[in-house]
């Protein structure tokens, strides 16, 4: 025969009351009527009908819409009963006294409640992680004796623990498991399977002992005083034996409530990073049925609420309390309708009145304000005629209605959104890679790190052009050249350094402007050598000023550049130069300035619209000074090395090394290339002048410019040189001349005709390598410094440099020294007079570029530069910006032998160079 389910008077309001008690709102906590007062009253169901109440409650909870109510009913009297039958015989070792009977009775409700909300039955969205109470119950759990703890106990209870938290852990529990112990021996190092198996685990454990937010807090927690853990195994030590340490087993208790209740609040706690906390839109319930004095309930609820009153903390815990109702209640027992036994109005409904008393109660809170006791009436007898009724609103009632989770904390929400932050995470860093791949793209392959990146940049003819004071070889891989610029970088760090110890030594700084350290995509650059040794010549006058000791000598630092091939970037690089200028007013001119083209004469414009001046080392164009006055240069121009030529030419001829008084000038074809054509004007006035029958002959060169001009190519220049009686004057680029002299060597070179180079063909012959290609076809060009040096002799210049670049000395029967070292070496000096002759006639004047390029012109006469490249003298005249009877040299090159002098115009020291040179520019 079927049960009866009975039905109690008003119920429909009982489970309204939960159904308000349950709902979490969606922001802030209960109750939502008493803003800032957040707090869950203990329920009491006082009545003797409590079995059937309480089996309609937990199916309501269990049956709620959308998802079930985390609850669990426990049986007092079932509970107090096995640990009666189990610790209370008195002659049995593990026999508790009645207080610590409550203990127990506690300890095992808390773990049965945690067991219930930990469960996957509600989700593993919702499960609750007990970290404290799990910690606070396992060291309880570890001894159960009352003797006194031996002097190991403590490290005993450190390795259990310690074993505990590493069997939690998926990673190290694999690692520590048998097999796998069995399976790395012998398969690892020795050290590895110390430190993986025995020395990882116990550092990480240190670590989480000091971390782990479940011992931390076990330190903080106000309970078990007044006496004082100290350390957290002090602690653990009482409480794996607290009988014999004679602990309170009410603060016991407290202890084990307060642990479980913060794990609950942990896990409903709202933090935008923790979205399941989103998701717990009811309170967890705990239905204690059949609460009494006799079964310790009445005092566990007691301890609910004092903890709760101690720590003022909200917890999301429901509290259901039934029992029979006493004779004196230390609360008022409220109706469920607000309405008497005799029908007449007493007030607010329960929860409306406990709403105000919390309104009201501000700071004077005690333990019994959180009961909130409500008497349930007997069953309705069946034929009462309002028992169907009463069913029919009791059944409604009891469907439970809880708030959905928002969409965006849902689990699909949460996958989506999730994806969605990995797919930014990710797009960010790939924008990130991308960013960094398309600025080292832009800055030469450099980090943001790098000192020398931002002044640095990729054109796109793939070559790096700009500034590198640091030590950048702007993409040459010659170990050379790299290790000449990391010498350069770390005197200029030495000039630094020396500047911050001594302030009234001045700090200069020059930067020399190449167009040699790169080349095109898909080419490769021949002059490295040439640019190589200029840079070792700046940076020997640089290393002469450092060791000066003087205070009123300046400390110079260079600053290398590259404009790119031809210098078709050095309007680039003055900006460049020119934004540096703004944080840098130490940067007060420039040296260097390669091959006279039309993109030259630009970079000289944009430099002189920064205000810098400039000493140009090998230009020789005549129309040069005219595109600025900030610009001079210590190479000769072209109408001298003209002259030179011409006069050479006439003494070949008079000893009868020519067959023919006659030249043929060869020149480039390319437009923008002003060297080759202002010398190509130069030397065809000047040979016919001495008398020479002159012959032009242009050629296209290599890569062709991209004005289309139109003509043989070098290479066939070199075939139709073969045969030819006179001289053949080259005026063009030594990359051409080279494939001049190669062609000639596969056509004639048993008997080649006589060769007179220009001073770009300089660049051929500082090369060793490129020298030794072509030995059957000698061949002469002009040098603006005497040629080959030692490094054994008393130069300033090479005595240096065989401290700065051994290497460079060590090699000398096969490298150069052909003079660009000396000409980068005269260009640094003069600067360096300059500055020196300013701060020796007006001290206190500022170092500023347009000081110092004034005092450039006051080098002559007895203030003029014995360098070595020959002496540097201006004249005195007002805007000569040459240097006068400027040295120039005849160099011949045969075979890899190093190139030969054979004779000098200019003057150099005491010497005023050979008898068939050109007059004097002086006369």
Known sequence: MATVEPVFEHADRLFDL???????????????EVPERDGIPILGLLGDHQDGLAEQVVAALGAAQPRSVPHELVDLDLRRAEVVAERGDPSAANHLDPDWQRAELCRRILVQLADEYSSPRYGHDRSVRFRR????????????????PDSQHGQIVLRRLRDRELERRRLFGFMRSPSTEVALQGNVPWWAYLLGLHLLPIIWFRVWRGLGSEYR???????????????????????????????????????????FLEDLRVAYRRRPWRRRAYRRTAYCVAFLKGVSEDNGGLEIVRLFAEVRNDTGAFDPLLLVVSRPEALVEPVPVRELTGTGQDGRHRGLPPYEAWCEQLRNAGGGRNAEFWYLPVRVSAPLPIGDPGRDAQDERTSVARRLQVPPPPVWAGRTATVVSLALTFALIATGIAYGVANEWEWRRQHCGLSRSDPDARTLQRESTDECVGVAPHGFAFGSTDPRVQQTLRTIARQNAEAERKHAADPSRRLVTLVHLSALLSAPMGETSNTLSYAREQLQGAASAQRRQLDRQGPDEPLLRIFPAAAGSGMRFGADVASTIKRMMRTDPTIVGVTGLDQSRKATITTIGALTRVGLPMVATTLSADTLPENSALYYQVSPQNRREAAISAAYADHLADSGKLKERAVRVVYSLDATDEYSANLRADAVAAFRHAGFHVDEQGYVPSPAPADGSSGPGARTIGEQACGYRGLVFFTGRSEDFETILGATNDTCGSSPPTFLGGDDV?????DPGRRRAFPRVPYEFLDFTVGSASCNGHSDLYSTMQELFPDECRNVQDTSLDGHAALAFDAANLYLKAIARLQDTAPDTPLTPAAVWYALSGIHGSAALDGESGRIDFGGAVGRQVPVDKLVSVQRVEGAQRPQQMGFCGRRGSDEGAAWCPPSEAG
């Open 18 to 32: 939960l159904r308000r008690l349950v709902r979490r709102p969606g922001k802030g906590e209960v109750p939502s």
């Open 217 to 259: 807090w076990l330190l903080r927690q106000p309970y078990m005083a007044p006496a004082d853990p100290g350390t957290f195994i002090g602690f653990a030590v009482r409480l794996t034996q607290p009988r014999w340490g004679r602990e309170d087993p009410t603060q016991i208790s407290k202890l084990m409530i307060n642990a």
């Open 133 to 148: 109470l799990g910690l606070v119950n396992w060291l309880l759990e570890m001894t159960d004796t009352v003797r006194q």
């Open 762 to 766: 300089a660049r051929l012959g500082a």
